[in-house]
């Protein structure tokens, strides 16, 4: 029995010392099928980087002044065959409400579903959010396909890969399929609507530093969390970029968790200069500008968000700063979509909605047109002409 | 106190040597072992940390943590768990941010305030363990969501934002100008003034109470303890720890929903490292405080030594593993030359129950429920 | 009342009992939102809710019963998940192949778990959390999304059902089933409930403790790995992230209280458990249905554990004053039983 014991503790510190052993060497256990590729590269598309970077200077096209109908390059599609009259049920599986953009978000939509109830365009939205889960989610798009006498999908998928074959389902019922923000692997819905997207953000952000900081200096590039499409392309573009211009820059994953941004940052003064700080979300962007004042050196080039904490503190310190913004209208655009979609007009196969940064020369306009409102409002929500404005955004009243 | 049996032999000249050297590789002192050995290496990397400024500028991080951490003893070396600690946190930055707002007024109302809800908190996480008898593992895991899920329904998910800069000097700010030093941030004198009190209070009958009730309850409750009210103080003195380094983290870093997360799981992790032994009844609490300062020194050694980011988690494991089974090893070889530290029954067989993975409180009650149904419901 | 009182009731039946209660709640609830509780998709709502964590919670109910806990559970979900989807990479020929290596690796982990916990004498607490951090970093480190491919015939067992019921539910039940007469009929299933009442006793008698509890991890950790499978079948993919989207680690061991067995071991049923998984499913079918805010549902998740649980600790109280009679022999026999089996030293 004793020798027996003694084997299986061998066996079972074997078996930690090879797990540990491959995470300290990922190359050796890389995954068997080859579709894997290296580090860093696998979020790197060429073709897309390309699209996205020659859709930043195209001049949108729609109606003036709305920037959620506003499209680029759109190829339209004909929805006639969904054009009926009355009111209409609208079926929305959310991924979530658990960060501040996706909150801003959802109160917005929930105001255009307002004016569109009133309106006779839809009678109701039911809504299930999924918490962050995709195994949730693909059982709220299920248990809407039986139970819920939609008219219309809509949805915001929590993952690609994962949501696709629950997209799927839902096109098979053959009523229209809205997709926004993240995508999903196929083309069945009748629109996917997204901004250009992280690529685009990612050039935006590297080439303001790039033009703003000399060769050879160093970049932290404070990340929220890894695996995440729309996030992983930012980090993506600019790290080519960076790396292409000779800037040295450092990534982190710190959960948008000031109290670990500003650690990082407080680590990395304390090893040496940085220039510029780089973030994929604008949250939490407070503490790292601190973290330069509590270290008592000079503030860096940095880009942000259009979330008004940094917008704020951007103006406060005078720094030369970007906020550059994943539109946070496009919570608009999927029901008036739906209302397109049922009146048989045509819309975008993929509805890509402008993305403008938020540059120095604008942030007064912006900040004064959202005084009132918290920290973790975005400036570019677009819904200054809904009509629970400015109330249910700056009391952050959720459904 | 465990190593004087050990060394009652040697020679006078050797024997403070031989007894700091055993009480660096006891469980006991471990941590401190451990903390002295990543402080090193940190040092070797980087060579400016050793500066004063760089130390204490270390010391007011790991504050909040270690001031958790002190809480967490309390709860933990009773028997019990307290798993709220993380939405505390959170819950107490966002009041601060919503409630204090840019008025300067309001931080002494609210800060009292801060701390009362604090208490309370704590004292539904007592009287529920105690007297509805619910594991402290599930009661606050229940306070876990229910807090954060509550606190993020009233804001909206969004706080309005980060409270009055003299709210946040606590956190941020210290006396300027020091000679050496540059700067004491007030989070290092609240940590000093936190440890000695918790030092203090330990050594007090009613922290003896708490090991006693912890190491075990019947015995304690035979001689004489309120049992109910000691291990709901500790829970108390653990949510309240929490609110403290809710305060110096909105100053520290301000206000979002994700400060505090993960916060009872550090905290947990910091105490056992500090050869706190999960299920009670064993642990000193400055070893607790080590614990906490010997993990950030951890994360701070895994960012110098470029480890990739990914991997930290891997790495923060495999220590903690290691420096936990190192304590496990060396606490049974010691113990197995001598009598235990704390024997309500002397003569009993000394290695009894040693090694119980100890969760819930219901099986320590008296009436033996568990020892009397021992496998026979499983039908 | 009286029904509550009698002695032969065991936690089983009260869990069934609040489960019929909080399926009464939720018809009428639903029924008030002009919806019907009681129709196909909503009952298939229901288990699907229930299959992936079902599977989490019956190996943890194996490990609770010994008086271990097992934090790695969500990261064990994630690898298999990858794993299958990896090697099975869209071709039908390899979904044993898939399937049976992704056990295997899980069961490694679990080996790892149960011998840290048994040879390095590491709590399980800490022991489980440090390899769920190490298995994190792995995923973390080796996957930048979800990876791979599973064929559409492994989809349908996520995808399809006999009527309402999905084949994996089926599945899962049959699992608690065996795991069930695993625990009634087996040598090493009577172990685990004595390793689990107290270690010390269990030495005593004879028994090789740390068998019972190593075997406990391994099979924890490969019916977790058999819910990374079913993720992986309804995903279509693998992903590095799916297990700690569910938060199964800590909704694990709360379902397994929740149906009624004890955190520090030693007393339980797998059958309550599946029970405990029922109930988390129906409250958040019931909420999803009602379309109750997201933040709101986790006030009322957290406080459904509490109060839940508050109903058997609640009772063993009762209980107790009628079994022991007062007077200073049944107290000092309370005293010394409780003693020899509490330990002296921690």
């Known amino acids: 029995m004793r020798r027996k014991n003694l084997t299986l503790v061998a066996v079972g510190a074997g078996a930690l010392?090879?797990?540990?052993?491959?995470?300290?060497?990922?190359?050796?256990?890389?995954?068997?099928?080859?579709?894997?590729?290296?580090?860093?590269?696998?979020?790197?598309?060429?073709?897309?980087?390309?699209?996205?970077?020659?859709?930043?200077?195209?001049?949108?096209?729609?109606?003036?002044?709305?920037?959620?109908?506003?499209?680029?390059?759109?190829?339209?599609?004909?929805?006639?065959?969904?054009?009926?009259?009355?009111?209409?049920?609208?079926?929305?599986?959310?991924?979530?409400?658990?960060?501040?953009?996706?909150?801003?978000?959802?109160?917005?939509?929930?105001?255009?579903?307002?004016?569109?109830?009133?309106?006779?365009?839809?009678?109701?939205?039911?809504?299930?959010?999924?918490?962050?889960?995709?195994?949730?989610?693909?059982?709220?798009?299920?248990?809407?396909?039986?139970?819920?006498?939609?008219?219309?999908?809509?949805?915001?998928?929590?993952?690609?890969?994962?949501?696709?074959?629950?997209?799927?389902?839902?096109?098979?019922?053959?009523?229209?399929?809205?997709?926004?923000?993240?995508?999903?692997?196929?083309?069945?819905?009748?629109?996917?609507?997204?901004?250009?997207?992280?690529?685009?953000?990612?050039?935006?952000?590297?080439?303001?530093?790039?033009?703003?900081?000399?060769?050879?200096?160093?970049?932290?590039?404070?990340?929220?969390?890894?695996?995440?499409?729309?996030?992983?392309?930012?980090?993506?573009?600019?790290?080519?970029?960076?790396?292409?211009?000779?800037?040295?820059?450092?990534?982190?994953?710190?959960?948008?968790?000031?109290?670990?941004?500003?650690?990082?940052?407080?680590?990395?003064?304390?090893?040496?200069?940085?220039?510029?700080?780089?973030?994929?979300?604008?949250?939490?962007?407070?503490?790292?500008?601190?973290?330069?004042?509590?270290?008592?050196?000079?503030?860096?080039?940095?880009?942000?968000?259009?979330?008004?904490?940094?917008?704020?503190?951007?103006?406060?310190?005078?720094?030369?700063?970007?906020?550059?913004?994943?539109?946070?209208?496009?919570?608009?655009?999927?029901?008036?979509?739906?209302?397109?979609?049922?009146?048989?007009?045509?819309?975008?196969?993929?509805?890509?909605?402008?993305?403008?940064?938020?540059?120095?020369?604008?942030?007064?306009?912006?900040?004064?047109?959202?005084?009132?409102?918290?920290?973790?409002?975005?400036?570019?929500?677009?819904?200054?002409?809904?009509?629970?404005?400015?109330?249910?955004?700056?009391?952050?009243?959720?459904? | 106190m465990s190593t004087t049996d050990a060394t009652a032999t040697r020679p006078a000249f050797g024997r403070r040597l031989a007894r700091l050297g055993f009480t660096l590789i006891s469980p006991r002192g471990a941590v401190f072992l451990l903390l002295a050995l990543l402080l090193i290496a940190i040092m070797v990397l980087n060579p400016k940390f050793g500066d004063p400024g760089q130390l204490i500028r270390f010391i007011q991080r790991v504050a909040p943590v270690a001031i958790v951490a002190i809480g967490q003893y309390f709860v933990i070396v009773s028997g019990e768990f307290d798993l709220s600690m993380g939405s505390v946190v959170t819950a107490q930055v966002v009041i601060a941010g919503n409630l204090i707002g840019q008025d300067d007024s309001r931080s002494i109302p609210v800060l009292l305030f801060m701390l009362a809800f604090g208490a309370a908190v704590g004292l539904v996480n007592g009287l529920v363990t105690t007297l509805l008898r619910v594991p402290s593992f599930i009661v606050t895991l229940g306070m876990m969501l229910a807090l954060l899920g509550a606190v993020f329904y009233w804001t909206g998910g969004a706080a309005t934002g980060n409270p009055a800069d003299s709210f946040r000097e606590v956190g941020r700010g210290g006396i300027r100008d020091v000679p050496v030093v540059g700067i004491i941030p007030w989070s290092v004198l609240i940590l000093i003034v936190l440890t000695l009190a918790a030092v203090w209070f330990a050594r007090r009958p009613f922290g003896r109470m708490v090991i006693a009730v912890g190491d075990n309850v019947t015995t304690a409750r035979?001689?004489?303890?309120?049992?109910?009210?000691?291990?709901?103080?500790?829970?108390?003195?653990?949510?309240?720890?929490?609110?403290?380094?809710?305060?110096?983290?909105?100053?520290?870093?301000?206000?979002?929903?994700?400060?505090?997360?993960?916060?009872?799981?550090?905290?947990i992790t910091a105490v056992v490292l500090g050869g706190v032994a999960l299920g009670g009844g064993r642990g000193w609490v400055v070893a607790a405080v080590a614990g906490a300062f010997a993990l950030e020194a951890l994360f701070i050694l895994l960012n110098f030594a470029e480890v990739p980011a990914t991997m930290r988690d891997a790495v923060q494991g495999v220590i903690i593993i290691a420096a936990v089974a190192y304590s496990a090893v060396t606490f049974r070889a010691i113990r197995s030359g001598r009598t235990p530290e704390t024997s309500p029954q002397p003569g009993e067989p000394s290695d009894l129950g040693e090694d119980r993975a100890a969760l819930a409180p219901q099986t320590r009650t008296p009436n033996g429920a568990r020892t009397t149904n021992g496998g026979s419901d499983a039908t | 009342m009286k029904l509550l009182r009698g002695r032969r009731l065991d936690n089983t039946v009260i869990v069934l009992l609040v489960l019929i209660a909080v399926m009464v709640v939720g018809f009428i609830l639903v029924s008030m939102a002009g919806r019907n509780f009681l129709s196909p998709g909503n009952i298939r709502d229901i288990l699907t809710g229930m299959s992936v964590l079902g599977f989490v919670a019956i190996g943890q109910t194996l490990v609770i019963l010994c008086g271990s806990l097992d934090l790695s559970v969500p990261y064990v979900v994630s690898l298999a998940s990858l794993i299958a989807a990896e090697t099975m990479a869209g071709d039908p020929g390899k979904i044993a192949q898939g399937v049976l290596l992704a056990l295997v690796v899980a069961g490694l982990i679990g080996l790892a778990n149960g011998v840290i916990v048994t040879g390095l004498k590491v709590n399980g607490f800490i022991a489980t959390l440090g390899v769920g951090l190490i298995v994190s970093g792995y995923l973390a480190t080796t996957y930048q999304g979800t990876a791979g491919s599973v064929p559409r015939e492994f989809q349908f067992i996520g995808a399809t059902g006999v009527g309402p019921v999905p084949i994996s539910t089926i599945i899962m039940v049959a699992l608690v089933a065996l795991t069930a007469a695993f625990l009634r009929k087996t040598r090493t299933g009577h172990h685990m409930y004595a390793v689990g009442g107290s270690q010390s006793v269990a030495r005593l008698s004879g028994l090789r403790v740390w068998q019972p509890l190593v075997i406990a991890h391994v099979l924890c950790s490969m019916t977790a790995a058999l819910a990374g499978l079913l993720l992986a079948s309804r995903l279509g993919v693998g992903s590095p992230t799916v297990g700690s989207q569910g938060g199964y680690d800590l909704l694990s061991i709360a379902a397994v209280v929740l149906g009624g067995t004890l955190l520090l071991g030693g007393r339980g049923s797998v059958w309550g458990t599946l029970g405990g998984v029922a109930i988390f499913a129906v409250v958040d079918n019931v909420m999803s249905v009602l379309q109750v805010n997201p933040f709101m549902k986790d006030v009322v998740r957290g406080i459904v554990i509490v109060a839940a649980v508050a109903l058997y600790t609640g009772r063993a109280t009762e209980r107790r004053k009628a079994r022991f009679s007062p007077g200073r022999a049944a107290t000092q026999e309370a005293l010394a039983r409780d003693t020899s089996m509490e330990g002296s030293a921690r």
């Open chain 1, 17 to 399: 010392i090879a797990l540990a052993g491959c995470t300290t060497d990922p190359n050796v256990e890389a995954p068997e099928g080859s579709e894997a590729p290296e580090e860093s590269v696998e979020w790197f598309d060429q073709a897309l980087f390309d699209k996205q970077d020659a859709e930043r200077s195209v001049t949108p096209e729609g109606p003036e002044g709305e920037p959620w109908l506003q499209h680029i390059n759109a190829e339209m599609v004909d929805t006639s065959q969904y054009a009926s009259e009355g009111a209409k049920k609208v079926c929305f599986a959310n991924a979530s409400i658990s960060n501040p953009w996706r909150q801003t978000g959802w109160i917005t939509m929930n105001e255009q579903l307002k004016v569109l109830q009133e309106s006779g365009a839809i009678s109701e939205m039911e809504t299930r959010d999924a918490q962050d889960s995709d195994d949730t989610q693909i059982a709220d798009i299920d248990y809407f396909i039986e139970e819920g006498n939609c008219d219309a999908f809509v949805i915001s998928p929590n993952s690609t890969a994962a949501m696709t074959p629950a997209v799927e389902r839902a096109c098979e019922t053959g009523k229209p399929v809205v997709v926004f923000d993240r995508g999903v692997q196929t083309d069945c819905a009748v629109t996917f609507i997204h901004p250009i997207g992280g690529f685009a953000w990612g050039i935006d952000t590297a080439e303001f530093l790039i033009d703003n900081l000399e060769e050879g200096d160093k970049v932290i590039a404070l990340r929220i969390l890894p695996g995440v499409d729309v996030l992983e392309q930012r980090w993506a573009a600019a790290e080519k970029l960076f790396d292409e211009a000779g800037i040295e820059a450092v990534d982190y994953f710190t959960g948008a968790d000031p109290v670990k941004i500003k650690q990082i940052v407080s680590d990395e003064l304390a090893r040496g200069d940085v220039a510029g700080v780089w973030m994929d979300a604008g949250d939490g962007a407070v503490a790292a500008i601190e973290a330069f004042e509590d270290a008592g050196v000079d503030y860096p080039v940095m880009t942000g968000e259009d979330e008004l904490s940094y917008m704020r503190k951007w103006e406060e310190t005078g720094l030369n700063g970007l906020a550059p913004v994943y539109s946070n209208f496009q919570w608009r655009t999927p029901l008036l979509a739906v209302q397109m979609i049922f009146a048989g007009e045509e819309v975008p196969k993929e509805w890509v909605l402008p993305q403008v940064p938020i540059t120095e020369d604008d942030r007064a306009e912006f900040l004064e047109a959202n005084e009132g409102m918290p920290d973790g409002h975005y400036a570019k929500f677009g819904g200054e002409d809904l009509p629970g404005y400015p109330t249910v955004w700056q009391e952050r009243i959720i459904p």
């Open chain 2, 222 to 267: 035979y001689s004489g303890a309120r049992v109910w009210w000691v291990k709901t103080s500790a829970f108390i003195l653990s949510s309240l720890s929490a609110t403290v380094a809710g305060v110096l983290l909105v100053g520290y870093a301000g206000v979002h929903p994700s400060v505090g997360n993960g916060y009872e799981f550090t905290a």
